[in-house]
């Protein structure tokens, strides 16, 4: 039987052929391997052993329990902003989910407007029109540079913290009001035949997609194209628009009123949200703009070329040949990009929006000393969050990854 | 027989050469591009002239006191009273010197590391950039020297948030080399150790370890020893930085060709001569971009400090601002000085790591 030798026994063998013994026992190397792992590891418990007795030590001497047992404990105070109802009689528990409902909302508002930036100024970066570059340049480089804690105060302190008073709100039609308690926007209450109006959406959402395969089919078979986007417009316009009309409308719409000092009813954003949302949007827009224009320089100038020559024109050029490549170099980026806007997302301690990290780390630790337990659970949290982005970009990346044959 | 007389060439018609040119091809190439160069045009000359009046021309620029910003314009009075605070934090007066003193140092091993001969210029320029921090923290104190003691509390300002950076990165430079090297390693302890080291400090947010390094490290030491915020904050950047790091490394660890790994072998070198003398001079050339990248990102972070209470720059501005003396709402003029500071900073690295990029590109000379 052949047996494969590992490089380091070929190294042995050829050390013993060369000096014709195998040497000192500490000159092998596995011998070696081993004491260094053997010292880490004690290394490792020591200090681990140590960190750990005094911890628990400087704990009984302040008088904390350890334990988790403070989760189920009344927090006996508010917060500015929850998804799910919340009284100051509720529990550390609950505050925790609130700050972790929170948490999502930010990042994936935030997620969402820093991609369509990015992409926008990425894209624009390469522009025919002189002016259109030298914006879309001037943006990367101001926002990139800035850190994003000042931004979150420029908005906050600086544009929101400007806006008008209540009574002398920026009105939208009568029905979107921003002022500088937030932004107030209507909210539709659904009726008995709502159901219908979802349901016809899902069914528009179904069809475009079935529509979108069986046109890719039809083109590879025969060639002719078929105007899937008017279509699926149409659809996804037409169709919920048509139910609405057969039941009648069946939502009813809550207008936000002034009544006193404020506006009520509707939906209202705080400006806490906003200015958060708006600063992690912008700065992380301008990094995914940066990875935008990194990947479409990735593609050499013959695809341009070649597509030129085929007589494609030049938006077909962008979306057809040049950001499907240029998606490989991009995804990647767009992952550690999304992770960081998440971790960022902590920023909301400084101006006080109630995120997972003020309501846990900041409140609730002050409150009830729990320094550990709270750290260690909200770092868990961001590493779950950031381990399922990761997850989600890595299955995108496979479906954009480059297939060969 | 009459000499050929040559035809002087015709000038290139108006239309494709000059300003006419350039923006027909740029601005207005059809119909579309036309109509955004006009609607940007228009806001551009909506909006400039005004910022213009206001930070510029009928600006306030001389003057002591609130009083002095008598004209519409910003009140930059502000910023120049403000402005020792903004840079020295509240550090004594009379002692100032001895930041300056850690700034030029800064400078000057920067330069020397460019400019030493080259027969001694890793040596030494590895050697005075690894005692930088150490020294600066000697004199910004003063007890080793015997120099008046100034308490870390009284340290601020931008020089704190330049210090925190720099020191940092630099202590951490060997440690994350370490951590490459171990997550490189054929040890499975070791590199299972290096993983999850580098993957924590990777994936969890720079405050909560701000806030681990100011609540929860006090209940790590034996009871009774006191080691002083600004020392744990710096031992929490060292780790967040040189986690990494480690990745900037392996990136570069992965670019070295294996021939190199092999060829050292096999000239017999041992596995420290390897990675010292052959792997880790090309390493930093391919990283040093990404080096300087991380270290834009460390210094942009170091305004988080202000959160767990430390006078950075960000932290004296809102002092600041809310002085009794100056109430006139210079919220504006602050934060865009701020902002200039740092902006003029980040952009002028980034410019830099480009320049250096192509001068260490000794393979690829395009």
Known sequence: MFKQKTTEEIKASARKRVTGSSGAFYNNPQVRSIVYQILLVAGLLYFFGTIIGNTLGNMEAIGIKTGFDFLSAAAGYDVLMSLISFEATDTYGRIFVVGLLNTILVSIIGIVFATILGFVFGVAQFSQNWLIRKVAVVYVEIFRNIPLLLQVFFWYFAVLASLPGARQSLSLGEAFFLNVRGLYMPRFIGEELAWLFHTSIALAIAGIIFLRRWAKKRQELTGDQFPVLYTSLGLLLGLPLLVLILTGFPFQIEYPALKGFNYFGGISVIPELMALALALSVYTGAFIAEAVRAGIQSIPNGQTEAARSIGLRENKIMSLIIVPQAMRVIVPLLNSEYQSLVKNSTLAAAIGYPDLFNVFVGTALNQTGQAIETIFMTIVVYFVINMIISFLMNRFNNAVALVSR | ?366
């Open chain 2, 1 to 366: 027989m009459d000499n050929y007389q040559p035809i002087p060439a015709r000038p290139a018609p108006v239309k494709t050469v000059g300003a006419v040119a350039w923006m027909r091809n740029n601005l207005f190439s059809s119909i579309p591009n036309s109509i955004v160069t006009i609607l940007i045009a228009t806001f551009l000359v909506q909006i400039i002239p005004p910022i213009v009046d206001w930070a510029i021309l009928s600006a306030n620029w001389t003057g002591t006191k609130e009083a002095d910003c008598t004209r519409d314009g910003a009140c930059w009075v502000f910023i120049n009273a403000w402005s020792q605070q903004f840079f020295y934090g509240s550090y004594p007066t009379e002692e100032i010197w001895r930041i300056n003193l850690m700034l030029v140092l800064l400078a000057l091993v920067m330069i020397a590391s460019f400019k030493l001969p080259k027969a001694i210029r890793m040596k030494a320029s590895i050697i005075a950039w690894l005692a930088l921090p150490f020294i600066g923290m000697a004199i910004l104190d003063g007890r080793l020297l015997g120099l008046p003691v100034v308490s870390t509390d009284l340290w601020g300002g931008f020089s704190l948030n330049v210090f925190m950076a720099a020191a940092s990165i630099i202590v951490a430079f060997p440690f994350s080399f370490l951590w490459a090297l171990g997550r490189r390693s054929d040890m499975p302890f070791i590199r299972s150790v290096s993983v999850i080291f580098i993957e924590f400090f990777r994936g969890v947010p720079v405050l909560s370890l701000f806030f681990m390094g100011s609540v929860m490290l006090p209940l790590f030491f034996a009871e009774g020893t006191n080691v002083d915020k600004l020392i744990r904050v710096w031992l929490v950047l060292i780790f967040f930085m040189s986690g990494y790091m480690a990745e900037v490394f392996r990136g570069g660890f992965q670019a070295v060709p294996a021939g190199q790994y092999e060829a050292a072998d096999s000239i017999g070198l041992s596995y420290w001569q390897k990675i010292l003398l052959i792997i880790l001079p090309q390493v930093i050339k391919v990283s040093m971009p990404n080096i300087l990248a991380t270290f834009v990102m460390l210094f942009k972070n170091t305004t988080f400090l202000l959160i767990i209470g430390i006078p950075e720059v960000v932290q004296t501005l809102q002092t600041a601002l809310s002085n009794s003396y100056w109430l006139g709402g210079h919220a504006v003029e602050g934060y865009l000085f701020v902002f200039f500071v740092f902006w003029a900073s980040c952009f002028g690295m980034s410019v830099m790591s480009r320049r250096i990029e192509r001068k260490l590109n000794t393979d690829k000379r395009d």
